[in-house]
Antibody
Framework: EVQLVESGGALVQPGGSLRLSCVASGFTFSNIWMGWVRQTPGKGLEWVAHIKTDGSERYYVDSVEGRFTISRDNAKNSVSLQMNSLRVEDTAVYYC???????????????WGQGTLVTVSS | AIQMTQSPSSLSASVGDRVTITCRTSQGISNDLGWYQQKPGKAPKVLIYGATNLQTGVSPRFSGSGSGTDFTLTISSLQPEDSATYYCLQDNTYPWTFGQGTKVEIK
């Protein structure tokens, strides 16, 4: 069974830092792009970042560029999101997700983890 | 960034009704669009990818159509378990962007 388990969510003050982690199982992690998507309380979804199989390509939404860093450790089947200079508007549930790219024609996110809550507040 | 206009924001329909949700993009994205279903307290789940392709294991009452800038998700015969919020996602151009969501309720 494919499974993604996030951890690291917490309450943090504005300007602070936090590192989210996601451990994957049930598939060959090193062959798969991985990503993070967030959902603000009561609001919609926002794509945050994703990373290529070997970490050689990383993409970010503009609002986190320069503050967040996505990375992966293929030996540990894990992907992380280092979040610095956190803002109140970064408050959200952060989902780890697998980006399925079977033949470079289509992409989709499947599955998603259960999510981890990040609250930025003083 | 590509702007997504999803409509309606919510709808209420009866079991057995045909339901249509639309997503319009601010620029052409070929067929690089997916549809996701999210139930309360749960993570999203992919229904459709590449605008028209049904994800394995998803009920065939869900279908997607469109290309370019206009896309549609159709539920052919609404069932109680379809009560959820539905989102479109364009994966053509970075940053990838979601629609605002459509909340589907059962009358």
């Amino acid at each position: 069974e494919v499974q993604l388990v996030e951890s690291g969510g917490a309450l943090v003050q504005p300007g602070g830092s936090l590192r989210l982690s996601c451990v994957a199982s049930g598939f060959t992690f090193s062959n798969i792009w991985m990503g993070w998507v967030r959902q603000t309380p009561g609001k919609g979804l926002e794509w945050v970042a994703h990373i290529k199989t070997d970490g050689s390509e990383r993409y970010y939404v503009d609002s986190v560029e320069g503050r967040f860093t996505i990375s992966r450790d293929n030996a540990k089947n894990s992907v992380s999101l280092q979040m610095n200079s956190l803002r109140v508007e970064d408050t959200a549930v952060y989902y780890c997700t697998r980006l399925v790219v079977p033949d470079a024609t289509y992409n989709w996110f499947d599955p998603w983890g259960q999510g981890t809550l990040v609250t930025v507040s003083s | 960034a590509i702007q997504m206009t999803q409509s309606p924001s919510s709808l209420s329909a009866s079991v057995g009704d045909r339901v249509t949700i639309t997503c319009r993009t601010s620029q052409g994205i070929s067929n690089d669009l997916g549809w996701y279903q999210q139930k309360p307290g749960k993570a999203p789940k992919v229904l459709i990818y590449g605008a028209t392709n049904l994800q394995t294991g998803v009920s065939p009452r869900f279908s997607g159509s469109g290309s370019g800038t206009d896309f549609t998700l159709t539920i052919s015969s609404l069932q109680p378990e379809d009560s959820a919020t539905y989102y479109c996602l364009q994966d053509n151009t970075y940053p990838w962007t979601f629609g605002q969501g459509t909340k589907v309720e059962i009358k």
